[in-house]
């Protein structure tokens, strides 16, 4: 049987109470005081009991067989760690905006540290693991206020075998003001990928792990031309442009010239 815990991060909103009042004890509810999402999953993965473990969060859905599906998959993949499915990403008015394939970036199954760190992106939401998992890797970081998810799956993405089900079995909302839209978001991002790069060192082919780190600098520089964080954004542009190992791709970093100066102009239009 399957064992559901919630955990209420010091919301104010009513929502133990009216769980309580639903489900009775159909559910396990847990209260902490707000200490964010990577201490919020730490203490639901401590409580925990059950041989495969799954998150939902409070604005994303679950489509009704993903648990079945991803637990005889995993049954029947018994050196594998996790599996992840696709997303269906929603807007606020939960309409169908885009669909996302894990195959376009992790395009094999196994061992595939190589393919997380060059596209390090993860829906809580999609994951299923094994208990295994957690206690070979540890829980999520509650240093990061944001990145934490990448941060962990690089870490199981390390030890473990990672496989996909195409098919969206999640539907997660975007375009929410979210921990994703936080201004330190971007030096979280960085951190992760430059530790995560600095442990994945004699792991990977050499040529990708720096194209890991260009492609994570090349793409925060451009958010942070957008947060109008000139100088942050000049400094990983150039170590974007150190980092990548073909010149192709290091001359499209060229392409942020132009996208600063409308971002500049931008700016000084709104001081007058």
């Not at 992106?121 to 957690?134: A, G, H, K, N, Y």
């Not at 240093?143 to 799956?153: A, I, N, P, R």
């Not at 997660?172 to 994945?200: F, K, N, Q």
């Not at 990548?244 to 010239?257: F, G, I, Q, T, Y």
Request: proline share 4%; hydrophobic share 45%; glycine share 6%.
């Amino acid at each position: 049987m399957a064992e559901i815990l919630v955990v209420d991060d010091g919301s104010t909103d009513g929502t133990m109470d009216a769980l309580g009042a639903r489900y009775g004890e159909q559910l396990r509810c847990v209260s902490q005081p707000n200490a964010g999402v990577a201490a919020a999953r730490n203490h639901g993965l401590r409580l925990a009991q059950g041989r495969f473990i799954a998150f939902l969060d409070s604005d994303d859905e679950w489509e009704q067989d993903k648990t079945r599906q991803q637990r005889e998959w995993l049954d029947d993949h018994p050196d594998f760690g996790m599996v992840l499915c696709d997303v269906m990403r929603v807007n606020a008015r939960h309409e169908e905006i885009e669909h996302f394939r894990r195959r376009d970036m992790l395009p094999v199954d196994g061992l595939i540290l190589k393919w997380v760190l060059l596209h390090p992106t993860l829906v809580p939401t999609s994951l299923m693991m094994r208990r295994e998992v957690v206690q070979s890797v540890g829980g999520f970081d509650e240093s990061l206020q944001t990145g934490e998810d990448l941060d962990f799956h690089l870490r199981v993405a390390a030890l473990w075998p990672i496989g996909v089900i195409e098919a969206p079995l999640v539907r997660a909302m975007r375009g929410h003001d979210g921990l994703s839209s936080l201004p330190r978001t971007y030096d979280d991002y960085i951190a992760v990928i430059e530790r995560a790069a600095a442990a994945a060192e004699g792991k990977v082919e050499e040529a990708d792990r720096r194209r890991a780190l260009a492609r994570a600098y090349a793409r925060n520089a451009r958010g942070l031309l957008y947060a109008r964080r000139w100088r942050d954004a000049l400094r990983l542009a150039r170590d974007a442009w150190r980092q990548e190992p073909d010149v192709r791709e290091r001359l499209r970093l060229l392409r942020l010239a132009p996208l600063a100066a409308r971002s500049a102009l931008a700016a000084m239009r709104a001081s007058r």
